[in-house]
């Protein structure tokens, strides 16, 4: 088995702030892994999806896999394909051979395109002004029409449309990230004797209800009827309309930055969480154990 990290290659983490952008970016150092992973003679291969800087729909990936994009001129576009050239591509040459099996492990459920898609929702953040997001949405609109696939799927969308594009490699198949991370570990085993839950992410806000890890352990959690807590690094918004008594999922959320201080928080993160943590264990919500 082979395992791929998508945001190894292709991650926004290693863009500076400055240098993002997705019209530029392109996931072809993913396909360059999994080549890789392909050359060792891996016969099952999971690439795992999130914090991409890319919104190109995957064909830099599979330009590095050998799909050939064919432009209005019939001529090949060079790679390393990315966003900006979405629009250009007016036929796909698939290659003809034999492939493992590619079990594709997303955290979100966005779609391919619309208001809740790839671009819309991810663009921004990876540098897109709003005219880039309207391009990169039709190029994205216009990929799905060439290459065909389900595009409304939940986790299309995911790292930057990588998802779609992946999806559509024979045999493929996307699954929820989390459920293959929970199977691996025997959360339900392990859950089932626990008394607390301790979760967390960076930023719990709206998106983290579209997949995200972190509320699914607690859903997970929720159903051996075990609370859950999440530590997190900032809250949008309220913390209570994130927990239980406001709808959410939560039994509680703790945010460092409105505990600790934003900068405090950013730049000793480990430390509040120790802090937190400590604090949290001699309380009666750990009756039960952990």
């Known amino acids: 088995m082979g395992i791929v990290e998508f945001a190894a290659a292709s991650g926004l983490a290693i863009v500076p702030r400055e240098r993002r952008n997705p019209m530029g970016a392109s996931t072809h150092g993913t396909g360059e892994l999994i080549l890789a992973a392909l050359d060792?003679?891996?016969?099952?291969?999971?690439?795992?999806?999130?914090?991409?800087?890319?919104?190109?729909?995957?064909?830099?990936?599979?330009?590095?896999?050998?799909?050939?994009?064919?432009?209005?001129g019939g001529n090949v576009i060079a790679p390393p394909l990315s966003g900006g050239n979405l629009l250009r591509i007016e036929r796909i040459i698939i290659p003809q051979r034999t492939w493992p099996r590619f079990r594709i492990a997303c955290d979100v459920t966005n779609p391919l395109c619309g208001p809740n898609g790839a671009a819309a929702i991810?663009?921004?953040?990876?540098?897109?002004?709003?005219?880039?997001?309207?391009?990169l949405d039709d190029g994205l609109a216009h990929l799905a029409k060439l290459l065909g696939g389900d595009?409304?799927?939940?986790?299309?969308?995911?790292?930057?449309?990588?998802?779609?594009?992946?999806?559509?490699?024979?045999?493929?198949?996307?699954?929820?990230?989390?459920?293959?991370?929970?199977?691996?570990?025997e959360f339900d085993d392990r859950c089932r004797d626990a008394g607390l839950v301790l979760t967390g992410e960076g930023r719990l806000d709206d998106q983290s209800t579209q997949g995200k890890a972190c509320v699914a352990i607690a859903r997970r959690a929720a159903a051996f009827?075990?609370?859950?807590?999440?530590?997190?690094?900032?809250?949008?918004?309220?913390?209570?309309?994130?927990?239980?008594?406001?709808?959410g999922d939560f039994t509680r959320v703790i945010s460092l930055a409105d505990r600790f201080g934003r900068e405090e928080a950013l730049?000793?993160?480990?430390?509040?969480?120790e802090q937190v943590c400590s604090e949290l264990a001699p309380s009666p919500e750990f009756t039960s154990g952990v």
């Not at 003679?41 to 994009?69: K, N, P, R, Y």
């Not at 897109?128 to 997001?133: L, R, S, W």
């Not at 949008?236 to 994130?242: M, N, V």
């Open 40 to 72: 060792a003679g891996c016969g099952e291969i999971i690439v795992c999806l999130g914090g991409s800087a890319t919104v190109d729909g995957g064909i830099g990936l599979l330009a590095a896999l050998g799909w050939q994009f064919i432009d209005s």
């Open 151 to 185: 595009a409304s799927k939940p986790g299309t969308g995911a790292a930057g449309g990588a998802g779609f594009g992946l999806s559509t490699i024979p045999g493929a198949t996307l699954e929820r990230g989390i459920d293959l991370v929970l199977e691996a570990v």
């Open 267 to 273: 730049g000793h993160p480990w430390s509040c969480i």
């Open 122 to 135: 991810y663009g921004p953040q990876k540098g897109a002004t709003p005219t880039q997001v309207g391009m």
């Open 225 to 247: 009827g075990v609370p859950t807590i999440a530590v997190v690094g900032a809250v949008d918004g309220t913390a209570a309309r994130f927990e239980t008594v406001g709808g």
